[in-house]
Every structure is written in structure tokens, then in C-alpha cells.
């Protein structure tokens, strides 16, 4: 999949990609051969079964990892180390206990030696962006689960990334606080306009967000199937919930899971 | 923020308690065998006897502390720089771990006492041998957990500073380094009290001064009073360095003390919890 420059390059081109790790006797085969186009603003999510290779996926693009074959291009040049032009979100947190949550976000910004008075500004926007405002100076121990994640995000958010990589953000979540930040990811997408690619356990999570779903098989995870993800892009969270194309694409992927785990 | 408390010294009264019970019962049993005459009095003398002596002899005793306070502070601040940038080199580097930890292992396994005299005949009779030997008992705490300390980021965190480029000295200082700290403390802490009997062993060796000079002169005049007095002070440097490095840690991580749970100081501090 060649990348052309200009206004309709890709913003993430996963090419003929294969990714094998070595262990002392057996070779694990984690990725096949998976080609992926994302397109500058869209958002992505990636669902699959445990252990097929997502976050693997998402260690390649933002250059944590090389491939073993193929290529991946971001913002339309080829990845061949770690990326800077991107935000990570992991699973847990990964806060520094002994800054607050506002000194967890400036990380980002003291890291890229970014003006400090702008990056405070905007750090500040985040916060209240993400109904921090109140818990800027607590410590990460002092902070409940979600809105450890929601500094996650705030940081991951910093430097106005043009793709945002997201490892199952909310697996930790529970259900409820899980919907509201769903709510607010789907905000800050539709109000930054960044790429997103999501990887997640939870199939409602990954309609109600996605233009896109990609479903990858077991492992060697090849690309299982691409679903369009066919609702307005502004979302009220239940009403999505209730429209029929909703349950009618979430249902569809559950199928597609369920063959996929069920058999071998 | 802590969970809110009461009285402070309340706090501080009901987890003092136990131990300064325990310390009297020691005094007690003390006396106790020293006056029925269970242990002749030349042998082990009265509590009574010994804290008279450590009142009488008071800038005696002074100032062979401060001489050994100073060998052991010294060893232990060239232990603590030493130790951390041989631990930064270790995590850094495979062949300076792989070179170096075996030599770290065979200078540590080695009796300090019994290459205490070669120090003596190099450099006399000085301090230098002293802070020497000092500095070799307080090394290998500090370096082993300073590497396991730089060794226990997060490697999600550590993915996460090369997403953001600052490159290595910026995760170093910012991320790595501090994550360390709390490892870094505790080697630290064990360091000292080594530290005080590194400097001990080296007066022992060969010196005109110091405490361990005052514990060798008392046993050659079978002067068991002094002996003890000797040995209580020794214990207080010990436990009073390690008190100042409790207090520099409380204050350095707070974030990390007030989940650890209570120290010595904490207790002092904070009274309640
Ligand atoms: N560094 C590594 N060395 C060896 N094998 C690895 C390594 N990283 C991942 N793997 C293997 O590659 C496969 C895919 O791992 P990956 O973490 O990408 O899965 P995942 O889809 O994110 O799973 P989960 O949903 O449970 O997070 C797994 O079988 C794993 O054992
Ligand atoms: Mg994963």
C-alpha cells in the first residue's frame, strides 16, 4: 500500500506487516501479514481475543516496536523508532506517584521541552476539558481509577498529537465510569479532530466511538474483517445504544468473536 | 492528604508505648541481675553504675563520638556517591554489570576485619583507614538497591518518556531516578548502621581515638563500666544517623511515607495517622 504525499496521505499505513517474537525454544508468530489505512481524523477501534496481538499492533505504529516484516508509515513517514508525533494511552494508568495530576500531565510538555506558561495553559484547558478541575494537586493514590485514566488521557492529549493511540484505556473501569469517559473521548475526538486508534475488550465501546471497527482473528492475528460503523458522528450515548444499526453491527462482531474464539 | 487525625501527641503516646515499655523492662532485668548478684558486678555492671560513668566521663566520651561520628559520616557520604554512580553504570551498561558484579560481590564477602590491618599498615594510623573500611561495609547496600530501585520503573512508563523524546538524561532525572528513591533510601538506611560498625572495626584495628579505641582500652583495664558506656554510644550514633536519614526521607518523598506506613519518625512526626 503505497503512501502518496499530500492531503489525502494516510495518517497511519500499517503495509504487509508480520511480527514474530523469539523465545528461548518457540517462535511466536503474533501478527500476519495485517495492511491497514487509517485516514487523518478518523477514528479506529480494534477489537480481538486476548493474546492476538493488539497492543502489538499499537507498539508498532508508534515505533516501540519493529516489525519482523512490511512497513509502517505515520503522518506519511516510514516508522523506524520510537514516534514523538503521537499520544499513548496504556491500559494502566503509568502515572508518577510523586507528581500531582496536573505535574503527570506537564511531564509531557517538560519532556519535549515545550513552553512551559503554553503548556500550562493547556494543561489547564485539558483538566477542565475532563472534569479534573479540583484535583489538580492530588497525588495519583489519591485519585480514584477513572480519573487517573482521564490524566492519562490529559497527558497523552498535551502536545495536540495528530494520532492518538489508545491500549485498552478503560479495562479497568467500571461500567459506568467507563460510559462517561466514553462520552468524553468521543468530545475530545470530534472537538480536536485527531486520528484515533483504540484497542479494546469492549464491543459496545468500540461502536459507539468508531467510524471504523477492525476485528482480528486469534492468534496469528490476521485482519478477520473491516466494519463501517454507520451512525452520525455526533452521539448521544443511549440514544446510539438504541438505534437499530447499533445492535445490528454490535451483534455482528460478537458473531465474528465468537467464531473466532469458538473454534481452535 | 492524610485521613484526618487526632491528637497529636496522643498518637505519638500510643505508638511509643510499647517500645519505651520494652526498653524499661530491659533496664529492669538489667538491674535486676546486676543487684541479686546473679552476674558478678566486674562482669556486667549495674545500669546505675554505667549511667553515672556516661555522666562523669561525659567530654571523654564526647570526644572519641565525634571522632567516630566524623569516620563514619564521611565513609558513608563516599559509600552513598560511590555507590550510586557505580549502580547507574550497572543499569546503564550490561558489560560494566557483567564486570563488575562479580569483583562487588568477592570485596563485599570478604571480612572487613581481616583487611582492616593491611589499611592500618598503607596509611597509618589515621582516619583514613577507618573511613576506608567504613566505606567498603556501606557500599554494597547502597549500590544493590539502587540498581534494584532504576531497575523497577515501569517499562510502560519507560515506553512511554521515548513516545515523548526527552531522550535519556531527561528520563533519567525525571522518571527513573526518583522511582528509585525509595530503594535508594533504604540501602541508604541500611548503609549507615553499617557505616558506624565499618568505622568501629577500624579503630579496633589500629588508632589512638574514637569509639572503638575507648571500647578496646576499657576491655585491656577491665573497665566493663566503660565498656557498656562505650557500647550504648556507639549505639546512639547508629541510631541517631539512621533517625536523620528517616527524617530526610520523610521529607524528600512524602508521597511515598505516607503509604509506607509508620517509622520511627513518622511516629514522632505526624503523631497520629
Ligand atoms: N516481548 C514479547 N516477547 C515474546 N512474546 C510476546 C512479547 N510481546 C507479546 N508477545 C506475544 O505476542 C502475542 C500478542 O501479544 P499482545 O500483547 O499484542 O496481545 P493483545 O492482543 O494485546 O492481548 P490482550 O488483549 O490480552 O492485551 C501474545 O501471545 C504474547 O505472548
Ligand atoms: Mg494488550
Known amino acids: ?264 | 492528604m492524610k485521613p484526618v487525625s487526632g491528637d497529636r501527641w496522643r498518637g505519638v503516646i500510643e505508638r511509643a508505648w510499647r517500645p519505651a515499655a520494652l526498653l524499661v523492662a530491659c533496664l529492669a532485668i538489667w538491674h535486676l541481675i546486676t543487684v541479686t548478684g546473679l552476674v558478678e558486678a566486674y562482669l556486667v555492671p549495674s545500669p546505675g553504675k554505667t549511667f553515672d560513668l556516661l555522666v562523669d566521663k561525659w567530654s571523654y566520651l564526647w570526644g572519641h563520638t565525634w571522632v567516630t561520628t566524623y569516620e563514619t559520616i564521611l565513609g558513608f557520604v563516599i559509600a552513598g556517591v560511590l555507590g550510586v554512580l557505580m549502580a547507574v553504570a550497572m543499569v546503564y551498561s550490561r558489560t560494566i554489570e557483567s564486570t563488575a558484579y562479580p569483583i562487588l560481590l568477592f570485596a563485599q564477602v570478604i571480612p572487613k576485619i581481616a583487611i582492616a590491618p593491611l589499611f592500618v599498615v598503607w596509611l597509618g594510623f589515621g582516619f583514613e583507614p577507618k573511613v576506608i573500611v567504613a566505606v567498603l561495609m556501606a557500599f554494597f547496600p547502597v549500590v544493590i538497591s539502587t540498581v534494584t530501585g532504576l531497575k523497577s520503573v515501569d517499562t510502560e512508563m519507560l515506553e512511554l518518556a521515548a513516545t515523548m523524546g526527552g531522550g535519556p538524561v531527561k528520563t533519567f532525572v525525571k522518571i527513573r531516578f526518583p522511582a528509585a528513591l525509595p530503594h535508594l533510601f533504604a540501602g541508604l538506611k541500611v548503609a549507615v548502621t553499617l557505616a558506624v560498625t565499618g568505622a568501629v572495626v577500624g579503630e579496633f584495628v589500629g588508632s589512638n581515638e574514637g569509639l572503638g579505641y575507648v571500647i578496646l582500652q576499657a576491655n585491656g583495664n577491665m573497665d566493663t563500666p566503660m565498656l557498656f558506656a562505650g557500647l550504648i554510644v556507639i549505639s546512639l550514633v547508629g541510631i541517631l544517623l539512621f533517625l536523620l536519614l528517616d527524617l530526610a526521607e520523610q521529607l524528600m518523598l512524602p508521597w511515598h511515607a505516607s503509604r509506607r506506613g509508620a517509622a520511627v519518625t513518622t511516629l514522632l512526626a505526624k503523631g497520629g495517622s
Open chain 1, 1 to 264: 500500500m503505497s503512501v502518496t504525499l499530500g492531503t489525502t496521505t494516510s495518517a497511519v499505513a500499517i503495509d504487509d506487516v508480520s511480527v514474530r517474537f523469539q523465545s528461548k525454544r518457540t517462535e511466536v508468530t503474533a501478527i500476519q501479514q495485517v495492511s491497514l489505512d487509517v485516514a487523518p481524523g478518523e477514528f479506529v477501534s480494534i477489537v480481538g481475543p486476548s493474546g492476538c496481538g493488539k497492543s502489538t499492533l499499537l507498539k508498532l505504529v508508534s515505533g516501540l516496536l519493529k516489525p519482523s516484516s512490511g512497513s509502517v508509515t505515520l503522518l506519511g513517514e516510514e516508522v523506524r523508532g520510537p514516534r514523538h508525533d503521537i499520544g499513548f494511552v496504556f491500559q494502566r494508568a503509568a502515572l508518577l506517584e510523586w507528581r500531582s495530576a496536573r505535574r503527570n500531565i506537564l511531564l509531557q510538555a517538560e519532556m519535549r521541552g515545550m513552553n512551559p506558561a503554553e503548556a500550562g495553559k493547556r494543561a489547564d484547558e485539558l483538566i477542565e476539558m475532563t472534569g479534573l478541575s479540583g484535583f489538580e494537586n492530588a497525588l495519583p493514590h489519591e485519585l480514584s481509577g477513572g480519573m487517573q485514566q482521564r490524566v492519562a488521557l490529559c497527558r497523552a492529549l498535551l502536545h495536540q498529537p495528530r494520532v492518538l493511540l489508545m491500549d485498552e484505556p478503560f479495562g479497568a473501569l467500571d461500567a459506568l465510569t467507563r460510559e462517561q469517559m466514553n462520552v468524553e473521548l468521543h468530545r475530545v475526538w470530534r472537538e480536536t479532530g485527531t486520528t484515533v486508534l483504540l484497542v479494546t475488550h469492549s464491543i459496545a465501546e468500540s461502536v459507539y466511538l468508531a467510524n471504523r471497527v477492525i476485528v482480528l482473528t486469534q492468534r496469528p492475528a490476521v485482519v478477520k474483517e473491516v466494519i463501517d460503523v454507520d451512525l452520525p458522528s455526533e452521539r448521544d450515548y443511549s440514544e446510539t445504544m438504541a438505534r437499530p444499526a447499533f445492535s445490528s453491527v454490535t451483534a455482528h462482531i460478537r458473531d465474528l468473536l465468537g467464531a473466532v474464539t469458538g473454534h481452535d
